[in-house]
Nanobody, 124 residues
Framework: QVQLVESGGGLVQAGGSLRLSCTAS????????MGWFRQAPGKERDFVAA????????YYADSVKGRFTISRDNAKNTVYLQMNSLKPEDTAVYYC?????????????????WGQGTQVTVSS
């Protein structure tokens, strides 16, 4: 079992930055691929970014490519999402997810564990 706790959400003006963190319990964090997803009110949960077990490979949704960066620190059991040049359409609850595979995925159904989510609100 893995428990995930997100932090770092908040209210920011358009063009600003936020860094989300997700810390995992357990001693096998480095064997999991990690992902970030987001869900706006009334919409489905969408893929944002994913990183493989080592951090060497990462994947991004087209809507965030060039603005967001996913990274991980296996020594700290933590994955990060650096969000720059934020837009009002980035407003959503952001979820961290862990996958019991070495490689990441863009699909919600491929992840085994989820955090409780953290709210990100971008004002115009």
């Amino acid at each position: 079992q893995v428990q995930l706790v997100e932090s770092g959400g908040g209210l920011v003006q358009a063009g600003g930055s936020l860094r989300l963190s997700c810390t995992a319990s357990g001693r096998t964090f480095s064997s999991y691929a990690m992902g970030w997803f987001r869900q706006a009110p009334g919409k489905e949960r969408d893929f944002v970014a994913a990183v493989n077990w080592s951090g060497a490979n990462s994947y991004y949704a087209d809507s965030v490519k060039g603005r967001f960066t996913i990274s991980r620190d296996n020594a700290k059991n933590t994955v990060y999402l650096q969000m720059n040049s934020l837009k009002p359409e980035d407003t959503a609850v952001y979820y961290c997810a862990a996958r019991e595979r070495y490689s990441g995925s863009t699909r919600v159904a491929d992840y085994d564990y989820w955090g409780q989510g953290t709210q990100v609100t971008v004002s115009s």
